[in-house]
T-cell receptor, first 114, second 109 residues
Framework: EAGVTQFPSHSVIEKGQTVTLRCDPI?????LYWYRRVMGKEIKFLLH????????ESGMPNNRFLAERTGGTYSTLKVQPAELEDSGVYFC????????????FGPGTRLTVL | GIQVEQSPPDLILQEGANSTLRCNFS?????LQWFHQNPWGQLINLFY???GTKQNGRLSATTVATERYSLLYISSSQTTDSGVYFC???????????FGKGTTLSVSS
């Protein structure tokens, strides 16, 4: 069984540009989460989808971040326009059940904003 | 919100030594997971352990939910055990994992 996959693995962009990150959860997992770790800080929650609906987006830092999960399968996270402080590693995770279940993490996308 | 504290922040071991990593959390939890972040940055699931004890090879974990702490034991450490170990909890009010700052383990041969 394939794990959570993320694309790209690395992205280097200039301030003001747009970047779109993609996450493919484990097949059959309705729950999909985005997290990020900015330099020197803890891993922080961004948002949670149940199928195509946003269950919790309390961690989204501002309106420059837009997450979608059309059709309840893969998800995209768009940053527009990117700022220097957006640099970090963006992780995606998925789980079968909501709460009380293991969240499986993808390998992450390392975003560098110059 | 829930606070998660991990100790020690850094740990240096010789190959073959045993170690105990601790995770304290400030409120009741539905979920507690231990992860190992390898040198490539990947988060590897070690244990899902909101309570009780589990073992997987040289690793074992114990969570005492009533006292709000979890321990990760690494026995006969190997250089491949090096990396950052994270504890993450999910509070009863939400579904997001809240991560500690991690313990950085360095195992030398």
């Amino acid at each position: 069984e394939a794990g959570v996959t993320q694309f790209p693995s690395h992205s280097v962009i200039e301030k003001g540009q747009t970047v779109t990150l993609r996450c493919d959860p484990i097949s059959g997992h309705d729950n999909l989460y985005w997290y990020r770790r900015v330099m020197g800080k803890e891993i922080k929650f961004l948002l949670h989808f149940v199928k195509e609906s946003k269950q919790d987006e309390s961690g989204m830092p501002n309106n420059r971040f837009l997450a979608e999960r059309t059709g309840g399968t893969y998800s995209t996270l768009k940053v527009q326009p990117a700022e220097l402080e957006d640099s970090g590693v963006y992780f995606c995770a998925s789980s079968l059940k909501i709460s009380t279940d293991t969240q499986y993490f993808g390998p992450g996308t390392r975003l560098t904003v110059l | 919100g829930i606070q998660v504290e991990q100790s020690p922040p850094d740990l240096i071991l010789q190959e073959g030594a045993n170690s105990t990593l601790r995770c304290n959390f400030s409120d009741s939890v539905n979920n507690l997971q231990w992860f190992h972040q390898n040198p490539w940055g990947q988060l590897i699931n070690l244990f899902y352990i909101p309570s009780g004890t589990k073992q997987n090879g040289r690793l074992s974990a114990t969570t005492v939910a009533t006292e709000r702490y979890s321990l990760l034991y690494i026995s006969s450490s190997q250089t491949t055990d090096s990396g950052v170990y994270f504890c993450a909890v999910e509070g009863q009010a939400g579904t997001a994992l809240i991560f500690g700052k991690g313990t950085t383990l360095s195992v030398s041969s």
